[in-house]
């Protein structure tokens, strides 16, 4: 896969293809006391080709039980999920998934790190050394590539685990609140630079957020998600043009965004927190 393309794209959703599809998933879990909490009720959902897809909603709603379906990695009571027309029934090398916390082995150098899943999935790991590398460079961690995770920052130990979710080329990209634990001065940096990494690379990417600032900025739509039982409220497309920088939350356009999604969030006489 080439890194470089045209950072202009298309955000009308029925220009795409579609890649992925959720249809009437349903989450539950047995309490203790033996009663079914319902997490996720009743969601459906399509991901396109190539989409930068944000999820916020409100602690607990069920947005990271919904990536952790995607990933393969937790079961569902009920409904579709697929990837290209194939169920989502497990991890799946097509699947790329970073999370809050690096999670890097602090054994291995920056670049052992990003080659772990090719290792994982047997494959030869020269023949991906060069694409490591490359992903290194397009996060600016050239200079790095042989250093360990407790030589770099919080921001750098988070492109680290971005390159590695994608060094096996999958067809999405997942991230479940990938800049939460960053101060906010580097989650706005990464911000930027994620946007970077997503207009080169083509990826299709589905990330889980709390900041209505950050699901207007990056996404081409945002879905926003009731409290528990989690339920898709509404479906935004952001129709801001790319590349966006982050001026543009200035804008009187980005306010209408972000209080459309504060509103469902808050109630339209809150007045909320982006």
Same mark, same amino acid.
């Given at each position: ?17 579609? /890649? ?9 879990? *047995? %309490? ?6 319902? *997490? /996720?009720?009743?969601? %459906? ?13 409100? %602690? ?6 919904? /990536? ?15 990837? @290209? ?6 991890? @799946? @090398?097509?699947?790329?998934?970073? $999370? ?10 920056? /670049? ?15 023949? $991906? @050394?060069?694409? *490591? ?31 590695? *979710? ?99 969030? $808050? ?8």
């Amino acid at each position: 896969m080439q890194l470089a393309r045209n950072s202009t794209r298309s955000t009308d959703s029925s220009a795409r293809s579609r /890649l992925a599809s959720i249809r009437h998933l349903q989450k539950g879990y *047995a %309490s203790r006391d033996g009663h079914e909490i319902i *997490a /996720l009720s009743d969601i %459906s959902l399509d991901i396109f080709e190539g989409e930068l897809l944000c999820i916020v909603g409100p %602690s607990g709603c069920g947005k990271s039980t919904l /990536l952790h379906i995607m990933a393969g990695v937790l079961d569902r009571s009920s409904g579709d999920v697929d990837l @290209r027309g194939k169920p989502i029934d497990g991890p @799946r @090398r097509e699947i790329g998934t970073v $999370f809050q916390e690096p999670l890097l082995l602090p054994w291995r150098t920056v /670049l052992d790190n990003v080659l772990l899943p090719i290792e994982v999935h047997r494959l030869p790991v020269e023949r $991906f @050394r060069s694409r *490591a590398l490359e992903l290194l460079d397009s996060t600016g961690l050239t200079s790095f590539a042989n250093k360990y995770p407790q030589e770099l920052s919080g921001g750098m130990q988070q492109r680290v685990a971005i390159a590695r *979710a994608l060094v096996h080329d999958p067809a999405i990209l997942l991230m479940d609140e990938p800049f939460g634990a960053l101060d906010a001065m580097t989650r706005e940096q990464m911000n930027l630079d994620l946007m970077k990494l997503w207009s080169s690379s083509g990826k299709t990417i589905m990330l889980i957020t709390h900041s209505i600032s950050e699901a207007v900025l990056l996404g081409d739509r945002v879905v926003v998600m009731t409290p528990r039982p989690g339920r898709i409220a509404e479906v935004i497309d952001v129709e801001l043009p790319r590349p966006r920088t982050l001026d543009i939350t200035a804008t009187p356009a980005f306010g209408g965004y972000a209080k459309r999604v504060r509103d469902h969030l $808050f109630g339209h006489t809150s007045g909320g927190n982006p």
